[in-house]
């Protein structure tokens, strides 16, 4: 230990100390709020003395000569590679050696791909890198040892905060407010016990704050929302995140629970096309009649959730009326119906037990209706209910044990949801 200090330069040695000191004043300054500042501090280490090497792929980049292209339509690995004169006995050989690693006939077209070069007269080419996707790649070492290993680019994490207020749909918002819009998919399943998505109204409005990564100045499409907060009607539905017995989970301001026994609706995305009524114009048997259920409006193969934990109780299919439908039993109380289906996913049968949020068949049109739709029905015991007026329990609170931390967490959120 006494020889490596020697090494090093007494401004080192100085910078050293200090991040020491500073981190261990971050750490006791934390505290109980460590969930929402462990996201944001980050120390700086003074490297100017340091030998700077450009890594990349995990190489030093710079050593090579670097060739990037684009994987063609039709090419294969042996297609790419005999360009840069690799044998087909090598060829196969690498393939054998990505078994375990990767399958290399998914290689896809439009997929980024580098060759490093040697630099010098031969040019030999000694690594090629697929870029499976933005933030994972393949090296293929290409030398007398041929290996294949699997690699994650830097990713660099960004908190950020978007607001608006809504005209037609929480997408169309995001994507006014330069925001990716599939956020507004985080959001829908985050509110999704609490708020009708198909009731969102204009005039509703919005702020989300989240952390995005960021790969080489590109971000990733894969959002981690920290507090949100979405006006509907005139009340504000607050959402903040944390971390209860190892699970993240969102409450409101009190620690409720913002997730029910139930999912406010079945589907994702769609709209409302008829409502729960004692008489209803029916446009096929044009005739009045009760209609006890939701219909959502939907293209054929939607997928369709169940909205809770049950078991099945019926698959059939209803000649006059429903067509392809299943029914869940989920307690001693309640139970749905799901009609219309184009097609049942797969293992769904009579005593099959389905988990919220499971699919558990497609959007069509099959029975009597004239476009593709799901007509979704609730029976509370044993009598249909409007499924948009049914009131679900919350699932499990803040703990008391943990209200002080979620309440010191919960705070700081606001707080920055507010500046921001």
Known sequence: MQRIVKKLSFKRVVVLVVVVVVSTLL????????????????IVVDTTEAQQVHMKYGLPIEDYEVESQKVKRRQSLSIILDKYGISPQKVNEISYKAKDVFNVRKIRAGKSYSVLFSKDSLRTPEYFIYEESKLEYIVFDLQDEISVTKGEKEVEYKIRTVKGTIESSVWNSLVENDADPLLAINISEIYAWTIDFFGITKGDS???????????????RAFDVKAAVL????KEYYAYKYNQDGKDSYFDEEGNNLQKAFLKAPLKYSRISSRFSNRRYHPVLKKYRAHHGIDYAA???????????????KKAYQRGGGGRYLKIKHNGVYSTCYMHLSRY???MRPGVSVKQGQIIGYVGMTGVATGPHLDFRVYKYGSAINPLRMKSPSKSPIKKVNKANYLSVKNQLEE?????
């Open 231 to 234: 006006v509907h009607q005139g």
């Open 27 to 42: 750490i006791t300054k934390c505290g109980t709020t460590e969930q929402v500042l462990k996201d944001d501090v980050s």
């Open 206 to 220: 919005f702020k989300i704050m989240y952390k995005q990564g960021f790969v080489e100045g590109k971000a990733l």
């Open 345 to 347: 996913a797969k293992g």
């Open 416 to 420: 920055r949801l507010k500046d921001s």
């Open 299 to 313: 293209p054929t193969g939607t997928p369709v959730f169940s909205i809770g934990d049950g078991r099945i109780t």
